[in-house]
């Protein structure tokens, strides 16, 4: 068994490291950049297909393994983090070959995404004092998981249309990915406007939806419709508008912007980034604030991740310096496990499965996907084959070694990404993951980290047992303001026993939030006394029918199911569709507060209700009831309708 402290002296022994900086970083920098210091402003992914190019291979090619979500063909979608955009800086991007998609200069951020076909192109405007970081586009992830929405009997939005309460006059904003690009919904977009669409035709979309931007490159499924269907069930009276956040941070947030200035009335996403800060607000994060603090209601799926995560104090496995690069293994994190600690987590991946990793520590960004200085401490993230010391070329299979800290290069955003594919089809493989201390400004900790691990199933070859536990909800959906919200499958919302365990129960994959979860940095990246969020807030049905999207038909509708907290979401704004229709001056708190006071209890799955009364990390304060929620602090009469704050509206008292 592990003691207290024989941790205690590995850590105080990491703290009391003393080295050069420069030196450090050099090592670091003669690998990857081959000794070129402001080749650090590229990331990792972009300087390893820079080493491609540069022997004969292809620079695109190689991007489309590291970094998917980059790939347009033959060419690479890349994002210049600047201190701010000029046109002198426009002028050089173009000169060396770039094409300018998109820019975006607010919320402490100036981006501009551009189209490159070879890292010659990058190497030039990486000697600009004004470019702090060239990046690889950022990965999104929706939260999935004549049609009805069959969750809307749970939450009881029928019985406020039978008052002719229906979402006339308010109008929704939806963040997606897509919405009209695939043949599932087709139609036609004319001066801003959808028209003609299938779901239009059959009745499940309104004639005519408001289409800001549905520019987003890649794999496109139009989940952006298949939530305003759902949307639509709910509010059938309410209009829609959408725009996309496939086109990173900057994007994102100038499309919530969008949609306020467009006049929406209530906005909800499903999208989430793995590099969005965890310990700071980055920009859509800002954006979505500013939203609400306009008055604009704001909902955010939780996302399907369960816990499949582990957040913890680093703990420099030894105390030794060391200059290699790759490493020999002598600051390696020391994982915290129930029964014996481990430098690495050892993982199962099925035949042709995915392992993406995320890696966040207590430090402020850098510019790259949100505001601040950068991160003081360097550290790195790998997936290898073995766990042979030291790390090799030959037993790294994916690695995320961005350069932050150093004193010859910008602080970089205090976060690494890589993930990795089973090239098998018919065999399992077990893969290593590990995180490396590479020691830049000793004197700085880097305090806690956060690692997220999507794909694979934890071996039992270390004793970890249950290793990942810990929150999977972050960036901008613990937003100030923001609504979080988790899914439960409609079918337990209509028959509490439908999961096994009596009560009502979220899906196993909603993610975990927390009670308080803490920002130890402002919007800017500036140290404040440390806030704590309560995530996520409220539980909504997932599961439900549309017309063309989500999985199979598995409840034998005829229509295929839509699960995840992608569906959970659109359906809380429906609702407050309705409310706001019934009570045009609640503010987005009020609403909050109305749907929280009312809420049905719930649990996460596997547990009895009645042993975790209140608020908890899965399910928030439980279910939404609009029904409900409509008639808090009414005061019944007798004529048959109900007297209100904001006048008479008849709303049977049977009905309740």
């Known amino acids: 068994m592990k003691t207290t402290q024989k941790r205690l002296t590995t850590f105080l022994a990491g703290s009391l490291m003393l080295c050069t900086t420069s030196a450090f970083a050099q090592s670091k920098i003669d690998v990857l950049c081959d000794g070129k210091a402001e080749l650090t402003k590229l990331d990792s992914k972009l300087l390893q297909s820079r080493k491609v190019e540069r022997a004969g291979g292809s620079f695109a090619q190689r991007i489309a393994q ?9 060419q690479v979608q890349v994002v210049i983090a600047a201190t701010t955009i000029t046109d002198d800086l426009r002028n050089a991007v173009r000169a060396a070959g770039l094409t300018i998609t998109d820019e975006f200069e607010g919320y402490g951020i100036a981006h501009l995404n551009v189209l490159a076909v070879s890292s ?3 190497e030039r405007l990486a000697l600009r004092n004004d470019i702090r970081l060239i990046q690889t586009m950022p990965e999104p992830k929706v939260h999935v998981g004549i049609a009805n929405n069959q ?10 249309r039978l008052q002719g309460i229906n979402g ?12 009209a690009r695939t043949a599932s919904v087709g139609g036609t977009v004319s001066g801003g406007f959808l028209t003609g669409s299938n779901p239009q035709n059959s009745g499940d979309l309104p004639a005519s939806i408001q289409i800001l931007d549905d520019s987003a490159s890649g794999t496109l499924i139009d989940e952006g419709a298949g939530m305003a269907e759902l949307i639509y069930d709910v509010a059938p009276g309410c209009a829609i508008a959408f725009a996309t956040a496939f086109n990173g941070h900057a ?3 100038a499309n919530i912007d969008a949609l306020v200035n467009a006049g929406c009335d209530v906005i909800v996403d499903d999208v989430g980034y793995a590099d969005s800060a965890m310990y700071q607000d980055g920009p859509v994060a800002l954006a979505a604030a500013n939203a ?6 704001y909902y955010s799926s939780a996302g399907n991740s369960a816990s499949d995560a582990l957040e913890e104090n680093f703990l420099d496995s030894n105390p030794a310096n060391d200059l290699t690069f790759p490493p020999s293994g002598n600051d390696l994190h020391l994982f915290d496990g129930p029964f014996v600690d481990s430098t690495f987590i050892a993982l199962t991946l099925a035949p042709g499965e995915r392992l993406r990793a995320a890696l966040h520590w207590q430090q402020p960004y850098g510019g790259g996907s949100a505001a601040g200085p950068g991160a003081a401490a360097d550290l790195d993230l790998y997936v290898l084959s073995s766990t042979t010391l030291p790390l090799t070329n030959g037993t790294i299979l994916a690695s995320g070694t961005n350069t932050q800290g150093t004193i010859t290069a910008p602080m970089g955003d205090a976060f690494e990404f890589t993930s990795y594919t089973n090239p098998s089809g018919t065999t399992e493989q077990i893969v290593y993951v590990c995180v490396d201390r590479f020691l830049d400004d000793d ?6 980290i956060h690692l997220y691990l999507d794909g694979g199933t934890l071996n039992n070859l270390f004793d970890f047992g249950p290793l990942l536990n810990d929150r999977t909800l972050w960036g901008h959906t613990a937003g100030t303001g923001v609504v979080s919200v988790a899914a439960m499958d409609y079918r337990e919302l209509n028959d509490p026993s439908f999961d096994g365990v009596v009560g009502y129960n979220a899906e196993s994959f909603s993610s975990k939030g927390g009670a308080a979860l803490p920002f130890y940095y402002d919007g800017n990246g500036n140290p404040q006394s440390v806030q704590t969020r309560q995530h996520p807030v409220l539980t909504a049905p997932d599961g439900v029918d549309t017309t063309f999207f989500g999985s199979s038909d598995s409840d034998g509708t005829g229509f295929p199911n839509f699960y995840g907290t992608s569906a959970a979401a659109p359906q809380v704004a429906a609702c407050t569709a309705l409310l706001l229709q019934l009570y045009p001056s609640l503010t987005p708190a009020q609403i909050t507060q109305r749907f929280v006071s009312s809420a049905q209890d719930a649990a996460p799955a596997g547990v009895s209700p009645s042993g975790a009364l209140g608020w908890d990390d899965v399910t928030g304060y439980g279910i939404v009831n609009v029904y409900s929620a409509a008639i808090v602090g009414t005061i019944f009469c007798d004529f048959g309708y109900t007297g209100t704050e904001a006048g008479l509206i008849h709303l049977p008292y049977n009905t309740v």
Do not use: H
């Open 66 to 74: 590291l970094s998917p979500a980059s790939a347009r063909g033959g």
């Open 251 to 253: 994007s994102f947030a």
């Open 443 to 448: 004197v700085a900790s880097p305090g806690k």
């Open 120 to 122: 010659i192109q990058l």
């Open 151 to 160: 969750g809307d009997a749970g939450m009881d939005g029928y019985t406020l």
């Open 168 to 179: 006339a006059g308010v109008k929704v904003g939806v963040l997606s990915d897509s919405f």
């Open 292 to 297: 609400v603090a306009n008055g604009v209601p």
